[in-house]
């Protein structure tokens, strides 16, 4: 929460400039900013009237909204226009308010993005999206 206060006052052209310039420290030769195609937005809970924070859980009903959310990174279904935005953090895995939640969607988004930008991962070391078929969470009829 502290740290998304810190830059709740910030507008989303200063995020992105702060975001840029912290992944331009951990990655000096990646130029990342030359492959923005749109005006970045950014999104803060704290000002989401629907963000139930650590406490949002997995509420009864909510599985087929959690499972979409989880498998968000999973996007050769989708339609061209809708593919390309990643989504990360506690708040959309099976764990809210738990770091591993938080990691386990970084690794789906990291994933994501390598398969959106036709990368791949190692025959050897395959990613979350190669086992998908395999080990997604299980899809309930409508």
């Given at each position: ?42 999104v803060s809970s704290e000002t989401d009237p629907n ?71 190692p025959g050897t070391n395959p990613g979350p999206g ?13």
């Open positions: 929460m502290s740290d998304a206060l810190k830059v709740l006052p910030l507008t989303a052209d200063e995020r992105v400039e702060l975001m840029l310039g912290a992944l331009k420290k951990i990655y000096p030769d990646v130029d990342i900013a030359s492959h923005i195609v749109a005006n970045p937005i950014t963000f139930l924070g650590a406490f949002k859980g997995a509420l009864p009903g909510h599985y087929r909204y959690n499972r979409r959310m989880f498998c968000h990174f999973k996007q050769d279904a989708m339609p061209p226009e809708e593919r390309g935005i990643f989504l990360a953090g506690d708040g959309i895995s099976w764990t809210p308010a738990w770091a591993e939640g938080a990691v386990q969607t970084a690794l789906n988004a990291v994933w994501g993005v390598l398969n959106h930008m036709s990368g791949e991962t190669d086992l998908f078929d395999n080990i997604a969470p299980v899809e309930l009829p409508d």
